[in-house]
């Protein structure tokens, strides 16, 4: 069985939009415990928000 999931995206809405459920549920099941994406500054509210809607504890954002 896998042990870690990687997820990418080339824009930061993509994960949530286009896997949000899947995200939800492997956060549920203790598989996604931290997202990192580039966020200009605008949009990091919005970033910390959809991660907690999520289920995701730890974020980082790049610069």
Request: no cysteine; glycine share 8%; aromatic share 12%.
């Given at each position: 069985m896998f042990e870690r999931v990687?997820?990418?995206?080339p824009h930061l809405d993509d994960i949530e939009l286009g896997a949000g459920g899947i995200v939800a549920k492997l956060s549920e099941d203790?598989?996604?415990t931290y997202?990192?994406?580039?966020?200009?500054?605008?949009?990091?509210?919005?970033?910390h928000e959809s991660a907690r809607i999520l289920g995701?504890?730890?974020?980082?954002?790049?610069?």
């Amino acid at each position: 069985m896998f042990e870690r999931v990687l997820l990418l995206a080339p824009h930061l809405d993509d994960i949530e939009l286009g896997a949000g459920g899947i995200v939800a549920k492997l956060s549920e099941d203790s598989w996604i415990t931290y997202l990192g994406f580039y966020a200009p500054p605008e949009l990091r509210n919005e970033f910390h928000e959809s991660a907690r809607i999520l289920g995701i504890n730890e974020v980082r954002l790049f610069d």
